[in-house]
C-alpha cells in the first residue's frame, strides 16, 4: 500500500469518526448537521480516492473514480455551508449557497453522464491507475477554490473581529483550514502529471486538519466529548452484537446450520440478522438512556431544580424575598465557588447589589455598578448569556471574578443579572446548562416585573389608606374640639359662678386649683387636637409662607404624649425674631415625625434619652434646623447613604429604610438640604436641616394674609 493509500484512508477513518462524534453528540443543531456532511463528504473522497489508487483493474479504477468525485464538488459546498452556519451568516448568503449546491449537483450529473470530467484513467504511482482531467475539471478544480476561499474569508474576517472563546474556537478551525488545504490541493496534482513536494502526504494534512477541527469543537464547547464518545460506544457495542452475532453464527457454525437445513442454511443467520437489527435501535436508546442518566445525574439534579425555581418565581411578589430565593437556590443546586446578583436601580443610575455568596464576598462584587460598568455594558452589546472565557481579556478588565453572567432583560431593558463563579472541579457549563439558565433569565426577568407591578400597587393602596386616615383624624379632630370648647367654657363659668357665690377663700381656692387643671388639661387637648387637624386636613400640595417655629411647635403639639411616655427629655431652642420660609407645613411636620420615630427607636436602650431640637439663622438667606438625639448613634460607613432608599440602620424587620429617603425628597422640593452626623456607635446622632429663608416677607405680613398667629408654648 503506497503513502497516498495510507494518507487518504487515515483521513477517510478520521473524518468519519468525527462526523459520528458530532452527530451523537447533537443531531438537533444545524451547526453539527452540517459540520457532519462535511465531514462525510471529506471521507467518501478520501476512501474512494485510497482505493481508486490501489485497483489494479481499469475498469473498477475508473469506476472507483466516479464515485471518489461526488465529494470533490460537495466539499467545498459543504465547508462554506458550515461556515456561514456557525457565524450566522446563513440566511444572508442563502442565494450563494443555493448557487453553490447548484454547481455541486451539476458536476455530480456530468461527473456520471459524460467524460468532460473523467474520460479515462491510466497507470499511474506504479502498477496501480489514476485519473486524467477531462474538458471540465479545471471549472470543477476552479470552483472548488472558489468556494474554500469563501469559506476561508468568512472565517478570518469573524477571526479578527471576535474575542474570548469564539477566537479561540476560530483560530483553530481558520489555521488548521488553512493547512489542510493547502496540503491536500496537492491531491489534484497527479491527474496533470504534476508530483512536487509533499505529495503524496498531502493526504496526512487533511487527517491533521480534522483533528485541528475536531479539537476546536471539543475544547471550545460545540460538544461534551465525554457524551458523544459514550453515545458511540453503546452504538458500537450494540452494532457489533447485532452484526457480529449472524455473521459469527454463519462462519463458525455453518457445517452445523447446513447439517440442520439444508441449501436454505443462510435464512437462519439472516432471519437472526433482522430480529437483532430490529431490537437494535431500542437497545441503544435504552442503554444510552440509562448510561446519560448516571453520567449527568448531578447536572440534571440542579437542572430540575432551577426549573423548579422558574415555576415558583412567578408566585413572588417582593423583590427581595425573590432575589434571595434565585440566589439560595443557585448556591445549594449549582454549588458554584460564588455568585452576586444585581439589581437596576434608577435612582442610583446604577445596578445595586442585592445578593452576595459567601456573605463576607464584598472584595469581588462592588456594592453598586455604575450603568457604564465594563460588564453591564458587555451585557447590554451581547443581549444574553456571557461567558468569561468567551470575553477573553476583556472578562479581566471588568474587575469581576465570573465564570457566566446571566441578564435579565425586558424589551431590551436590563433589570437584573446573575454573577457566577466556577462549578465544582472546574466542569464547563454545558450547553444544556446554558439552555436552562437562558430559562431562568427569561423567568426572572417576568418575575421582577411582576415585583414591580404589585409594589406599585401596594404603593397605591398604602397612599390611600394614609389618606383615609388622614381624613379620619382630621374628623376625629374637629368631633374632639368640639366638646373640648364646651368644657373650656364651662370651666370659665363655674370660676365666675364660685367666684359670685359667696364662698370663704379657702373653698374657692380649692375650687379654682382644680378648675385651672381642667382648664389647663383641656386647653392641652385642644391644642393637640389642633396640630392633628392641621397635620391630618387634606394636602392641597400648595407651598406658601410660614414660620419656621409654627412647624416645630406644631410637631411638638402632636408628638409631645409620645415623649412623654417614653420618659424623653425634649428641648427646644427657638429664636424670638420669626424665620419665614416657603414650603408646606403638613409636609415638614411629617419630616419632623421621621426625624423622631428614629430617636425615639435609637433611645430605647440607653439611659439618656434626650432630644433637642435648635432652630437657628445661619444667615440673612438660610435657615437650620438642627434634630439631635443621645441614642445608639450612626455608623460612620452609613451616613454617606443614610438618605438612599432601602438603606436603614434598624434591623430588617423594623425599617423598610425608606424614611429619611422620603424625608430627602421632601426637603429637595423646598430647595433645601439634608445631612446626618453622629460620632460613633452609642454617641448619638443628628439631622439638620437648611431651607432657604423667605425674603422680603415678615410677621407682619403673614398677619395681614390671615395667617393666625401660633401659640409659642414652652415645652
Excluded at 282 to 292: D, I, K, V
Excluded at 545 to 563: A, N, Q, R, T, Y
Aim: hydrophobic share 45%.
Amino acid at each position: 500500500m503506497s503513502q497516498f493509500s495510507i494518507g487518504a484512508y487515515l483521513t477517510s477513518i478520521a473524518t468519519l469518526s468525527i462526523a459520528f462524534l458530532v452527530l451523537f453528540y447533537n443531531n438537533k443543531s444545524a451547526t453539527n448537521k452540517i459540520f457532519c456532511l462535511y465531514s462525510l463528504s471529506i471521507s467518501e473522497w478520501s476512501f474512494f480516492t485510497a482505493s481508486h489508487a490501489l485497483s489494479r483493474s481499469e475498469r473498477i479504477s475508473f469506476l472507483l473514480a466516479k464515485m471518489m468525485n461526488i465529494g470533490v464538488p460537495l466539499i467545498p459546498i459543504l465547508f462554506l455551508h458550515f461556515c456561514l452556519t456557525l457565524l450566522g451568516y446563513r440566511k444572508k448568503y442563502k442565494k450563494l449557497l443555493l448557487v453553490g449546491y447548484g454547481l455541486s449537483a451539476f458536476f455530480i450529473l456530468i461527473n456520471f453522464t459524460t467524460p468532460f470530467l473523467i474520460p479515462r484513467v491510466r497507470p499511474k504511482l506504479g502498477h496501480h491507475f489514476f485519473m486524467d482531467g477531462g474538458l471540465l475539471y479545471p471549472s470543477l478544480i476552479a470552483y472548488f477554490a472558489a468556494y474554500v476561499a469563501m469559506g476561508i474569508y468568512f472565517l478570518s474576517r469573524a477571526y479578527f473581529t471576535s474575542s474570548g472563546n469564539v477566537r479561540n474556537q476560530l483560530k483553530y478551525l481558520l489555521w488548521g483550514t488553512l493547512l489542510g488545504y493547502a496540503l491536500g490541493v496537492t491531491s489534484f496534482l497527479p491527474v496533470y502529471g504534476i508530483t512536487i513536494f509533499p505529495y503524496p502526504f498531502g493526504n496526512y494534512g487533511i487527517a491533521i486538519y480534522v483533528g485541528i477541527a475536531a479539537y476546536a469543537i471539543i475544547k471550545y464547547r460545540l460538544l461534551d466529548i465525554n457524551i458523544a464518545i459514550t453515545r458511540v460506544a453503546i452504538f458500537v457495542v450494540v452494532y457489533t452484537l447485532v452484526l457480529g452475532i449472524p455473521f459469527g453464527l454463519a462462519a463458525v457454525g455453518r457445517l452445523w446450520l447446513h447439517g440442520m437445513f439444508g441449501d436454505q442454511w443462510f435464512w437462519a443467520p439472516m432471519i437472526l440478522l433482522l430480529g437483532l437489527a430490529t431490537l437494535g435501535p431500542f437497545l441503544y436508546l435504552y442503554l444510552q438512556g440509562r448510561t446519560e442518566r448516571l453520567l449527568l445525574k448531578e447536572q440534571h439534579r440542579y437542572q430540575n431544580a432551577l426549573k423548579e425555581l422558574c415555576k415558583t418565581m412567578t408566585r413572588i411578589r417582593n423583590t427581595d424575598e425573590l432575589i434571595k430565593l434565585v440566589g439560595t437556590t443557585l448556591v445549594e443546586a449549582v454549588k458554584t465557588s460564588h455568585v452576586a446578583i444585581y439589581l437596576k436601580d434608577d435612582e442610583y443610575k446604577a445596578c445595586k447589589r442585592k445578593f452576595c455568596f459567601p456573605e463576607n464576598n464584598h472584595t469581588h462584587f462592588d456594592e453598586l455598578l455604575a450603568l457604564d460598568h465594563p460588564l453591564v455594558k458587555v451585557l447590554n452589546q451581547h443581549n444574553k448569556l456571557v461567558l468569561a472565557e468567551e470575553l477573553g481579556k476583556k472578562a479581566d478588565k471588568t474587575g469581576i471574578d465570573f465564570s457566566l453572567a446571566i441578564p435579565c432583560f425586558i424589551e431590551g431593558n436590563l433589570l437584573a443579572f446573575i454573577v457566577l463563579g466556577p462549578k465544582p472541579a472546574h466542569q464547563i457549563y454545558t450547553q444544556d446548562d446554558l439552555t436552562v439558565f437562558e430559562t431562568l433569565s427569561y423567568s426572572m426577568a417576568l418575575s421582577i416585573e411582576n415585583c414591580f407591578f404589585w409594589q406599585e400597587i401596594e404603593d397605591r393602596q398604602r397612599k390611600e389608606r394614609i389618606q383615609e386616615m388622614d381624613t379620619f383624624s382630621y374628623s376625629l379632630a374637629h368631633e374632639i374640639d368640639n366638646p373640648m370648647a364646651i368644657i373650656l367654657g364651662n370651666s370659665e363659668l363655674l370660676k365666675i359662678i364660685v367666684e359670685e357665690s359667696g364662698v370663704n377663700e379657702g373653698e374657692r381656692q380649692e375650687v379654682f386649683h382644680y378648675l385651672d387643671y381642667i382648664f389647663e388639661a383641656a386647653t392641652r387637648v385642644s391644642a393637640m387636637v389642633k396640630a392633628i387637624y392641621d397635620f391630618g386636613k387634606k394636602d392641597s400640595g400648595d407651598y406658601y409662607h410660614l414660620k419656621l417655629s409654627d412647624v416645630v411647635d406644631g410637631f411638638m403639639h402632636l408628638s409631645m404624649p409620645e415623649f412623654k411616655y417614653q420618659r424623653i427629655v425634649v428641648s427646644v431652642d427657638v429664636p424670638e425674631e420669626p424665620i419665614i420660609i416657603y414650603g408646606n407645613v403638613q409636609h415638614l411636620i411629617g419630616v419632623l415625625r421621621n426625624f423622631a420615630r428614629n430617636s425615639m427607636h435609637a433611645l430605647q436602650h440607653v439611659d439618656e434619652k434626650k432630644i433637642n431640637i435648635k432652630v437657628e439663622r445661619v444667615n440673612a438667606d438660610l435657615a437650620r434646623l438642627t434634630f439631635s438625639d443621645t441614642g445608639e448613634g450612626i455608623e460612620a460607613e452609613k451616613i454617606p447613604i443614610v438618605f438612599m432608599p432601602f438603606v436603614t440602620t434598624k434591623a430588617s424587620s423594623e425599617g423598610s429604610g425608606m424614611g429619611l429617603y422620603y424625608v430627602k425628597r421632601i426637603i429637595d422640593t423646598h430647595k433645601g438640604k439634608v445631612r446626618a452626623e453622629s460620632a460613633g456607635k452609642g454617641k448619638g446622632a443628628s439631622v439638620i436641616l437648611e431651607l432657604p429663608i423667605a425674603q422680603g416677607v415678615t410677621a407682619e405680613d403673614l398677619e395681614k394674609q390671615g395667617e393666625p398667629r401660633k401659640s409659642r408654648r414652652k415645652f
